[in-house]
């Protein structure tokens, strides 16, 4: 899939897996590195080999296709946008999970804020400039978003990436809405990113 992209540079990082992806990378073409674990740290670790002008994050349960891709292309072309992100779908088939992409699209296109599973892409030098994601066990997607949207223009395509619908599966669509919910409001009201950590972890 990743071969099929015809990006200009891909590189994968492994947090210290237990599952064999490390035997898989290394069998693999792909350059891939280890970091230490967690979402922000590893993706800085990538960024920080990259040699692109654009960045673009791809989380291992969302899949992004070619046309999205190239869309991503075609919108940093203008010296205007300094990043973006992509509608999200869910890869289950319940009607449910067609809602939930529906409000998760709307509230981002409202707030100009995204997340991971909506596969951020930002200009090189602006990310240097943010000083990349804060190295924090959760909301990094979110607090990185916030501060590229006051570092000038974003675009939200209406081009879709796939994300993975397991923990709603796993954990049932109501409790994680709930916990969803429940992250973000302690998020706004200023509880530390440590500390929700924790609660996602005692969720899960």
Known sequence: ?????????VMLVDGGSTDGSDLLLSASSFKWIKSRPGRAVQMNSGA????????LFLHADTEITRTALDAARSAMSSSEIVGGRFDVELSGDRPVFDLIAFMINLRSRLSGISTGDQCQFVRRDVFEQLGGFAEQPLMEDVDF???????????????????????????????????????????WLGISPERLGAIYRDAR
């Not at 899939?1 to 540079?9: C, I, K, V, Y």
């Not at 920080?48 to 960045?55: E, G, M, P, R, V």
């Not at 923990?167 to 969803?180: A, F």
């Open 1 to 9: 899939m990743l071969t099929a992209l015809n990006a200009d540079e």
């Open 48 to 55: 920080a080999l990259c040699k692109s002008d654009i960045l």
């Open 145 to 187: 978003s916030k501060r590229l949207k006051r570092a000038g223009r974003i675009i939200c395509l209406r081009d879709k990436v796939t994300t993975s619908s397991r923990r709603w599966e796993q954990h049932g669509v109501l409790k994680t809405i709930l916990l969803m919910w429940k992250l973000r409001l302690y998020y």
